[in-house]
C-alpha cells in the first residue's frame, strides 16, 4: 500500500493502530484516491461524550 498510495509507512502505521493525533488534508486525499472513497466513509465525529 505505500508504494501504491504515496503515503509514508509510519503514517499508515499510526493510522492503522489508532494512534495519528491529526491527518493532513494531503494524505487524506491520497487515502481516499487509494480506497476511491469519500472522506465521509473515513472520518466520523464523536461526541466528548462517548469517548468515556
Do not use: A, K, P, W
Not at 509514508?8 to 494512534?19: A, D, M
Not at 472522506?39 to 462517548?50: A, K, M, S, T, W
Request: charged fraction near 35%; aromatic fraction near 6%.
Amino acid at each position: 500500500m505505500v508504494r501504491e498510495s504515496g503515503i509514508n509507512r509510519n503514517t499508515i502505521t499510526r493510522l492503522y493502530h489508532e494512534t495519528n493525533n491529526r491527518i493532513d488534508f494531503d494524505t487524506l486525499e491520497m487515502l481516499c484516491r487509494y480506497l476511491n472513497c469519500e472522506i465521509g466513509e473515513l472520518l466520523e465525529i464523536i461526541d466528548d461524550d462517548e469517548e468515556e
